[in-house]
């Protein structure tokens, strides 16, 4: 039983009734166990891509690259399947490769549905020096910036996951406000500039971008470490003071009352203490997608943030319900997705951010994206029992 339980990671074995009623959960969802013969959609979907999307997490995971932000490692399990997936790279039969190795489980949250949303990775005009037109920084990672190791939690910096290294030991890291007001000093080396505070802002929260300099050519940026404050979704705080409805809030509606209203915006993006540092990208393509916190480059309409303190990168998940369409609208969504990234905000077994892509039309889609859908797990056939649990 113990190394059954040290295979699963993330997974708990728990007892209801009877000591042989027993059920998987992972947080605070339960796992039902499913067929492939129960995921409407499952023979429809374009496995090859998916498998592709796995191929890339599974090279990050053998070679033990390190990742941006560290999430659960990966089982003995799921390292195995990673072997076999890159033994049987360009196979014919992707569909009947995760089926043989892999076993479904819906992840059923206490409200019985997941929720999802979505993020994508900006465009934005800037400059590599300051000038009038393009005035505001993007930082790179500090010097002075330690960050936190998953699961631990220092004297003097409970809840927060950065630390700064000072003469003394380490103290908490400045916050959004004080570091825009000057705090690190000599230490804040900008990797380059933006039109205004909005659009820093947002590649803040996106973590990367693409950026269009005045002779055409594109750079791109990725995140490199944060402070370590919560973050606070704006978003909510706009809505919660009236400012605009629940039911209108988007991308657009967003950046439109920002710059709008400046000097409530400027207080308002203060309210979220969290501020991201980034670093150029030279080693990727023009049509690589970004990097994502698996260290791994990712997939449009195939990658997907998880909560990194309950999975794996790198593990498969199925989502039924539905997406918003290109223009008005939703269109189904029945998908196999990739564990690649994860976020601030995506906390909960059943939570996941879905990566749209590039540019204003992925920004427009991911920012009408707030669903509730089906959250089923690939789970590695060598990690769980072989019979479905129950009584």
Request: aromatic letters at 8%.
């Amino acid at each position: 039983m113990l190394g059954l339980l040290a295979a699963l990671s993330a997974l708990c074995f728990s007892a209801q009734g009877r000591a042989e009623s027993l059920a998987w959960t992972v947080g605070d969802a339960r796992l039902e166990p499913l067929t492939f013969d129960d995921l409407p959609g499952w023979r429809l979907d374009d496995h090859r891509l998916a498998f592709e999307t796995f191929i890339k997490t599974c090279r990050a995971i053998i070679e033990d690259v390190d990742a941006l932000k560290t999430a659960r490692p990966a089982s003995d399990d799921l390292r195995a399947v990673c072997r076999a997936a890159l033994d049987a790279e360009g196979a014919p039969d992707p569909r009947s490769f995760f089926e043989r190795w892999f076993r479904p489980y819906e992840v059923v949250p206490p409200g019985e549905r997941g929720f999802l949303t979505g993020y994508f990775e900006p465009e934005f005009q800037g400059a590599l020096t300051a000038s009038a037109e393009f005035p505001v920084p993007l930082l790179a990672r500090p010097l002075d910036l330690v960050t936190v190791p998953r699961g631990e939690s220092w004297p003097g910096l409970e809840g927060l996951q950065a630390a700064r290294r000072t003469e003394r030991g380490v103290g908490p890291y400045p916050d959004r406000a004080a570091i825009e007001d000057g705090a690190l000093g000599s230490l804040a080396q900008p990797v380059l500039y933006l039109r205004d505070a909005v659009d820093a802002f947002i590649v803040h929260v996106q973590g990367s971008a693409r950026i269009r300099l005045p002779d055409r050519r594109t750079v791109r940026v990725a995140y490199a470490g944060k402070n370590g404050h919560p973050f606070t979704a704006i978003g909510r705080v706009i809505v919660e003071r009236g400012h605009v409805p629940l039911a209108e809030m988007n991308l657009e509606r967003l950046t439109a009352w920002l710059r709008e209203n400046p000097a409530e915006a400027r207080e308002i993006m203060r309210l979220n203490r969290s501020y991201v540092f980034f670093r150029l990208v030279e080693e990727l393509g023009p049509n690589d997608g970004p990097i994502g916190a698996a260290g791994v480059p990712l997939t449009p309409e195939r990658s997907l943030a998880v909560d990194r303190h309950l999975w794996s990168y790198g593990l498969p998940f199925w989502l039924e319900g539905e997406l918003p369409a290109e223009g008005r609208g939703v269109v189904p969504l029945a998908r196999l997705m990739i564990a690649q990234d994860t976020g601030s905000a995506i906390l909960g077994p059943a939570r996941g951010d879905y990566f749209f892509g590039s540019g204003h039309k992925a920004g427009t889609r991911a920012g009408r994206l707030r669903h509730r859908v089906r959250f089923v797990v690939l789970w590695p056939k060598g990690g769980l029992p072989s019979a479905s649990p129950g009584p």
